[in-house]
Nanobody
Framework: VQLQASGGGLVQAGESLRLSCVIHGRAFSRLALGWFRQAPGKQREPVAGITYNGNTNYADSVLGRFTISRDNAENTVYLQMNSLKPEDTGVYYC????????????????WGQGTQVTVSS
């Protein structure tokens, strides 16, 4: 599985970023997809998930600010992040699995390098 996340950067609080992740090597349209982040000194955590048929869910900390979406034709999952806060800082990763439960357990076979998001106050 190839996982290529991009779109991170350094922004000020209140600004927006759009992350993209291309996933190759799996039957993309059948995957439940997730975005995850790891803040400095903390464990990786789920941020948002989307099932194969478009149902979404979000961590409480990002609800109303982040939107996950997918483009099956492009094997790409997106994370639109608005009203960014300093506590959103971290490395953001994407991943996918046939089971949506894996978004919560994060027990994936492998992870990509992620993309760094830094939000200054």
């Amino acid at each position: 599985v190839q996982l290529q996340a991009s779109g991170g950067g350094l922004v000020q609080a209140g600004e927006s970023l759009r992350l993209s992740c291309v996933i190759h090597g799996r039957a993309f349209s059948r995957l439940a997809l997730g975005w995850f982040r790891q803040a400095p000194g903390k464990q990786r955590e789920p941020v948002a998930g989307i099932t194969y048929n478009g149902n979404t869910n979000y961590a409480d900390s990002v609800l109303g600010r982040f939107t996950i979406s997918r483009d099956n034709a492009e094997n790409t999952v997106y994370l639109q992040m608005n009203s960014l806060k300093p506590e959103d800082t971290g490395v953001y990763y994407c991943n996918g699995d046939a089971s949506p439960l894996t978004i919560a357990t994060m027990e994936y076979e492998s992870w990509g390098q992620g993309t760094q998001v830094t939000v200054s106050s």
